[in-house]
């Protein structure tokens, strides 16, 4: 290391203004380096150390962003929480000017600041924690359709596209804390191509608190390819309204409560698609796995349902599906009634409630053990592929299921679980 390399860093930063705030960077980070207040998601440089697993699955590519900085006049974690959009790049003469001081000085200002990033791993090691980017594919399965990605936002040519409510239809039975809606938009004549597993943004009208425009929120897409109504260009969205926050603090959402209101002919302002990893295979006889809570559904309702159509049409011969569906209880289920519809020879489902009173709480990693005789074969298959969507604290068990699934058959788990991972055949999409 010379003393340029001492001195200066690449400080990793995200934009705040094509971040959607979909907490995926936060989710995989392992040095725990990216946090989030209510205005932005932002990485602390005393703890990043360049490993780049943020940087893949960012639906925006709003996290590959980098700033030459002084190591000891690094923006730092509050710097970032105020910002609307990235400072600029500073120049030689202003990095020089920056570093500037007494040299004894500056060498122990970056001792101690090189120190941070190890005592915080240090402390880490004391109780090790679960990791999701050590599981989740980044890479989508070899035999994925092509997908198209950020036609629409605040660094493309066209800022975003209107787009018209041509339903919204309550999927949840009545009830105060489980209200959720499937809204389908209607593009027009607007191209907006997307695919299963693939997700949108929102973009609220209004302000904020402080008088700015709100930030686009992020919904999974929960229509196959070739729209909600075959033939047209719509796609349709699984929409909770947002009570509280993920740690449980009351909270008004607002994209969720603005869309679950909305009227047919309503316009709305979108942008995107985006994600290019979370899509699903389509070579012959390939075999899905869905692992889901709540709004989690909305990719495996979108492959589900092109699979069904594909099925009816005669001209494809797909696998198993099996899907694991896991909620508070039976009426806070989205699609539970069409669920129960479709044939068991398409589809093997799978209920686990976790609050119906008078009976044990189940999860869906319990469902999954129970079915391990099932799941083991596919965990082996290389044609198999599994898909896990909802909240974050489900992930965790999921992926400690499928460990003791495979360990109990025989397998490997430290060979099996990186080559579901290679091989794009594990995606963990929560939130």
Excluded at 46 to 67: F, Y
Excluded at 148 to 164: D, H, M, R
Excluded at 245 to 273: E, F, T, W
Aim: proline share 8%; glycine share 8%; charged share 20%.
């Amino acid at each position: 290391m010379d003393a340029s390399d001492a001195l200066f860093i690449q400080q990793h930063l995200i934009d705040p203004e094509i971040c959607i705030r979909c907490n995926t960077c936060e989710s995989v980070c392992p040095q725990k380096a990216i946090t989030h207040d209510a205005n932005n998601y932002v990485v602390s440089a005393a703890l990043c150390n360049l490993c780049m697993a943020c940087v893949p699955p960012c639906p925006t590519g709003s996290i590959d962003n980098w700033r030459k900085m002084p190591r000891v006049r690094a923006y730092t974690v509050e710097d970032q929480f105020g910002w609307e959009s990235l400072p600029a790049e500073l120049s030689e003469s202003e990095l020089v000017e920056a570093a500037g001081g007494d040299a004894a000085a500056v060498v122990a200002e970056v001792q101690t600041a090189a120190q941070a990033p190890e005592a915080a791993a240090a402390s880490q090691a004391l109780e090790p924690q679960f990791n999701s980017a050590e599981y989740g594919a980044l890479v989508p399965p070899w035999s994925a359709a092509h997908a198209f990605t950020n036609l629409y936002g605040p660094k493309s040519p066209q800022k975003s596209v209107e787009a018209t409510v041509a339903g919204n239809v309550r999927v949840t039975e009545v009830g105060k804390d489980y209200d959720t809606h499937h809204i389908v938009l209607d593009f027009g004549s607007t191209p907006f191509p997307v695919l299963e597993g693939q997700s949108l943004g929102i973009v609220p009208p209004g302000t904020d608190a402080k008088g700015r425009p709100h930030h686009a929120r992020q919904y999974s897409i929960a229509s196959p390819r070739n729209g909600e109504r075959p033939g047209y260009n719509n796609v349709s969205l699984t929409i909770k309204r947002v009570l509280e926050d993920h740690q449980g603090q009351p909270v008004r959402g607002v994209a969720s409560n603005y869309m679950c209101d909305l009227q047919v002919g309503d316009k709305v302002q979108v942008i995107g698609p985006f994600g290019a990893s979370f899509l699903m295979p389509n070579h012959p006889k390939s075999h899905i796995v869905m692992i889901c809570t709540g709004t989690g559904s909305a990719p495996m309702r979108a492959m589900t349902e092109w699979r069904r159509r594909l099925r009816k049409s005669g001209k494809f011969e797909g696998g198993r599906l099996m899907l694991f569906f896991g909620a508070r209880t039976r009426e806070e289920l989205p699609y539970f009634g069409p669920l129960q519809s479709l044939p068991k020879d398409f589809i093997d489902t799978h209920f686990a409630f976790s609050r119906t009173p008078g009976q044990p709480r189940k999860y869906v990693q319990n469902a999954m053990r129970e079915r391990a005789a099932d799941l083991a074969p596919l965990l082996a298959d290389p044609n198999a592929y599994f898909y896990v969507c909802g909240l974050k604290a489900m992930e965790e068990g999921v992926v400690l299921a499928l460990k003791d699934i495979a360990t109990q058959a025989g397998m490997d788990w430290d060979a099996v679980g990186p080559a579901l991972k290679r091989d794009g055949r594990l995606h963990l999409e929560t939130y």
